[in-house]
């Protein structure tokens, strides 16, 4: 089966587990070890959360010495922004004419 990478991308980010792990990557490289700490997970089950991220090009794992860190990479959230900013103006036109109603709804109830 072949995947798109904006799916393989959403499909990564759609556990929270996995946005954790790159919540916390944005504070800088970590390695396997700190990024199970506040996680209730064995290492096994994060480094399982590491592969799919890897995968899906959201994180690069480096090698030095014994330390393999792992690094945020910003290119696939960045074409997930890219698609999802295409919305923008519909959200933002949507919200304006729910906003727009309920004031309407708000001035029929004020008026005797």
Do not use: N
């Not at 990478?5 to 396997?32: N, Q």
């Not at 994060?46 to 994180?59: D, N």
């Amino acid at each position: 089966m072949v995947t798109d990478a904006l799916s393989t991308t959403f499909g990564a980010l759609a556990d929270p587990t996995r946005r954790a792990i790159l919540a916390r990557l944005t504070e800088g490289e970590a390695s396997v070890t700190e990024l199970a700490e506040p996680l209730t997970m064995s290492l096994p089950g994060v480094s399982k959360h590491l592969k799919v991220l890897e995968r899906a090009g959201l994180i690069s794992r480096g090698r030095t010495a014994q330390w393999r860190p792992c690094r945020l990479a910003p290119q696939p959230l960045k074409a997930a922004t890219d698609w999802l900013e295409i919305y923008r103006p519909f959200w933002d036109e949507s919200l304006d004419r729910l906003a727009h109603h309920l004031r309407e709804l708000q001035q029929k109830d004020k008026s005797p």
